[in-house]
Each structure stands twice: as structure tokens, then as C-alpha cells.
């Protein structure tokens, strides 16, 4: 990369302290703690009832700040990306106005009046739109001024749903510049695709209108989703964003994969991210000719599969509406590839290709739990800090994160780790987000997800966070009816 590279140089996180241990859910609710914890992970995080999206944004963006020494005035983009939004209207700006509080309160410059503040929504992908669009500003009108980007999100459904062991919520604040100390992007091999997919996963004002609001004004933003035709939309769509980028790339997929430090999924849970990567490694396979036909037909005999129909299978672009059409949401999209994939799993290629380049900060986000659009962000996050405590050397390596949205969209974007990255992930402290965690019981639990309040023997607010103070209710003399006024809470 040049000396004028873009990417990032600091990251930061935050969660809430309210946290339900999975190992606790499977026995209140009956399921199983082996498959959980294989599948989904070890427990989530739940916001707190003066929590929102735009609190735990603004919370990590001073962190951020403060870990970073960033100067306010350089800031000319504070981009949110989120799906829980509860301002139609407005979005980065309601965490520019928070943040501007803080700073002032603390005698600094706030951040500067030339800062575009814009929100992006894709589902899960939001985040990711929004640090490309920043990268693009940073590269064009945008030179020698930084940005700031926000993954925010809270991921609920409801009780007694596949999902609701899934569930998560927290922020990850982004540095981006040029020169970046952490990581560098490259915006000119990144690859993307979309395509409409209908009943994947969707959050229709209607159902919020028929649950009414919670205390502090609070939507349950249950969304609606289908939980096999998802797992295909995921799949589906990662393939094609990796094909995007195989096609840009001057040497065979399968020995760009293998040259990989790390890949980073979006990873609503555990399995999910694995699944992707798996079947992308069989299409880089499938891509790359000769070179590794063995490989992939030792994989199709043992999986039973003719090697021909199975190339053509996964490298084709299907209609995965049509599922839809025809009634069959259940169907095995791409049947072949999914034997392989389950044949792969059982091989030694496997734990090396798959399991070690997922395996960096891995750990920790078996504890966070799903957080929608700031998970991938946060897996970033984790990632470079089990790097710098485990002592691995990864500066000058290559690293793919693959972003997905449902309804449908992915991007691959590739990425190489920068000579001064210990520098910023000595900054990121994810150990230190991690604790102080309040462990609920089926009661509170139950509380806190379907009423939304909680009632504890001690204190469970955040340590330092933002929080909603109150909610106008056009008393005072002009229409404020519902804006929600927020403070930042010590203690």
C-alpha cells in the first residue's frame, strides 16, 4: 500500500452491563447447553431501560476520543451506522450533540461545525457502508481531516424464537484517516453485491405500532425473519461479494485465502461466521483450477458428489427469491456445496483454512452476543487485542472482513495490517469492556426483555456511559414531544 494509504487507527467499544449467560437461558428455557455453546456462543448483552441506540454510539465515540487524543476539530465525518434508529429524521447528529456536551463540559473544542453527519441503514451492513463512504471522503475531499464511524445496534427478538439466544447490543467507534496505525483498506480490490430477497429479515413500523412503547419511550424492535431462507441469503451473498473480489485479484483465489492472517465475518453467532467462510473457501477452491482440483475432488468423493455439478452449483447466481415464489423457503439453495461444506468441517484443511483464521479474538465474542451491524467491527476490535496479548506478529499481514446486511447485501473488503498497529490496539482495552458485568436471573431477564425496566438489590446503571435523562412531553413551551434529552452518567 502507499504512504497515502486509507484505513483505521483506533477502535473502541462498548456494551451494556446487563448480561444473560447462556449456559443459564438453556436451563431456565429447556435447550441444549452443548449445542448453544457450539452454535451460538457463551452468553449476550442486553441495553439498559435509558439505553438506545444513540447512547451506546456517543458512549463509544468518547471513549474513542479520549483513548485516542483526538483533536475535535479534525473530525470533518461522524458517520452512524445502525438498524435501530428511533429518530426518523435525524441520526449521527443526535450523537455529535451528546458528544459536544461531553467535551464541553470538560473545557475541550467541540467537534467542528464542517463535520457531515450522516446514517446509514442496511441491516447488519450499515456500519460497513458507512466505512466505506468514509474512506471515500477521506480520499477526496476529505484529506488531512479524519472520521469517525459508528456501528451501533440492539439486537432483541422475541421469547421463544431461534433468534432470542442470539441477541446482543453495544457500539464500536471508529478512527479512520490516512496513514492509518492499525489497519489499511483497499477500496480497489474490495468486492460487493445485492439483490432483493424479500421476507429474509425485515422490521416494518406496523409491528412496533401494534406493541406500543416501553418505559423512556422504547420500542421492542422484534424484527421479522426467517431462520433457514436467512442462512441461505447469508451464504448466498457472501459468495457473491468473494467472487466480486476473486475477480479483481491477481492471483488464484484459493492461494489468496491461504495467504490470509484473518478473516472477519459479520457473525450474528459463532456458527454463522464459520458457515460463510467454509463455503467461501470451497468457491476459492472451485476458482482456481488446476491447482487445486486434488483437494476439491478428494472432497467430492468423500462427500459423494460429482466435482463438475458441484463448480457449476457453487459458482452460479441464483434467484434466491424464487424461493419465495415457489413456497419453499426451506429448500437447500446450493444442496451440493452444503455436503461439502459438512464434509469439509470433519478434515484437517479445515481447522487450518477455517478454524485458525477465525480463531483471533474468537474468544471474547463468544461473550457479546449478536450486535447486529458493530459486530463485525467488534470482532476487529477483539481480534488485534488478542494479537498484542498473545504476542502474534501480524503487522504487514493481509486480513478479509466480509460485511452482510439482510434484505440482501455483502461487501469483501480487503485489508493489511499496519507496521504501528501494537500502537493502537494498546488502546482498545476489549478486556476491559468485557467487565464488571451484571448477571441476570430468569426474572429479570424476562423484566428487562419484554417490559423493559429491571429491578435490582445494587446499581446496574453504567459505570461512564450516556443515558436518557428524559423525554419531552411539549410542556415546556414549544413541540418536543417525545425527543429524548440525554446526559452522561459518573459515577
Known amino acids: 500500500m502507499s504512504a497515502a494509504a486509507i484505513g483505521i487507527s483506533g477502535l473502541a467499544v462498548y456494551v451494556p452491563r446487563y448480561r444473560v449467560k447462556l449456559e443459564h437461558w438453556c436451563t431456565w428455557y429447556a435447550d441444549s447447553w452443548e ?31 479520549e483513548a485516542n487524543r483526538i483533536d475535535p476539530s479534525r473530525i470533518g465525518m461522524l458517520a452512524l451506522g445502525t438498524e435501530s434508529s428511533t429518530d426518523n429524521s435525524a441520526g449521527a447528529v443526535i450523537v455529535k450533540g451528546m458528544v459536544n456536551d461531553w467535551l464541553i463540559a470538560r473545557g475541550r473544542a467541540p ?56 441477541q446482543g447490543a453495544g457500539a464500536v467507534a471508529v478512527l479512520m484517516e490516512t496513514n492509518p496505525l492499525l489497519l489499511e483498506i ?17 422490521k416494518p413500523f406496523a409491528r412496533l405500532i401494534r406493541r406500543g412503547l416501553k418505559p423512556n419511550n422504547q420500542p421492542k424492535d422484534f424484527p421479522v425473519f426467517n431462520g433457514k431462507y436467512s442462512t441461505t441469503c447469508y451464504v448466498d451473498e457472501v459468495l457473491l461479494a468473494a467472487a466480486d473480489l476473486f475477480a479483481k485479484i491477481d492471483e488464484s483465489p484459493a492461494a489468496y485465502i491461504d495467504a490470509l492472517q484473518a478473516v472477519f465475518l459479520h457473525r450474528p453467532y459463532q456458527r454463522m461466521a464459520e458457515t460463510g467462510l467454509s463455503m467461501i473457501y470451497l468457491l476459492a477452491l472451485a ?21 463438475d455439478a458441484f463448480v457449476e452449483e457453487i459458482t452460479a447466481a441464483p434467484d434466491v427469491f424464487q424461493l419465495v415464489r415457489d413456497g419453499n423457503l426451506s429448500s437447500e439453495l446450493r444442496p451440493l456445496s452444503a455436503e461439502m461444506a459438512r464434509v469439509f468441517r470433519k478434515t484437517a484443511a479445515y481447522e487450518r483454512n477455517i478454524g485458525e483464521k477465525l480463531k483471533l479474538g474468537a474468544a471474547d ?12 467491527h467488534a470482532w476487529l476490535a477483539a481480534g488485534f487485542e488478542d494479537a498484542l496479548r498473545s504476542g502474534t506478529d501480524i503487522g504487514g499481514t493481509t486480513m478479509l472482513a466480509i460485511g452482510y446486511g439482510s434484505g440482501d447485501a455483502a461487501e469483501a473488503m480487503p485489508m493489511r495490517v499496519a507496521a504501528r498497529w501494537r500502537e493502537a490496539a494498546q488502546r482498545i482495552d476489549f478486556q476491559a469492556v468485557l467487565a464488571g458485568a451484571i448477571d441476570l436471573d430468569r426474572a429479570a431477564y424476562e423484566q428487562l426483555h419484554d417490559v423493559g425496566s429491571v429491578h435490582l438489590e445494587h446499581d446496574a446503571r453504567p459505570r461512564a456511559a450516556f443515558v436518557i435523562d428524559r423525554t419531552g412531553a411539549g410542556d415546556c413551551g414549544f413541540d418536543d414531544i417525545d425527543i429524548d434529552y440525554y446526559r452522561y452518567a459518573e459515577r
Open 35 to 65: 449445542k448453544t455453546s457450539t452454535v451460538v456462543g457463551a452468553s449476550f448483552r442486553l441495553r439498559g431501560p435509558d439505553e438506545n441506540v444513540y447512547t451506546m454510539a456517543a458512549t463509544a465515540v468518547v471513549r474513542l476520543i
Open 111 to 166: 467537534l467542528s461545525r464542517q463535520c457531515e453527519v450522516p446514517e446509514f441503514k442496511h441491516a447488519c451492513l450499515g456500519g460497513f457502508y458507512a466505512m466505506k463512504a468514509a474512506a471515500r471522503y477521506l480520499a477526496t475531499d476529505g484529506r488531512n481531516r479524519q472520521a469517525i464511524v459508528i456501528c451501533a445496534d440492539s439486537a432483541e427478538y422475541e421469547r421463544g424464537t431461534s433468534g432470542e439466544p442470539t
Open 365 to 376: 465474542m463468544r461473550h457479546v452476543g449478536n450486535l447486529y451491524t458493530a459486530s463485525l
Open 186 to 202: 483497499d477500496l480497489n480490490r474490495s468486492g460487493g453485491t445485492s439483490d432483493y430477497r424479500g421476507p429474509d429479515f425485515r
Open 287 to 307: 476458482r482456481s483450477g488446476d491447482a487445486r482440483r486434488r483437494e476439491l475432488e478428494g472432497l467430492a468423493i468423500a462427500a459423494g458428489v460429482d466435482i
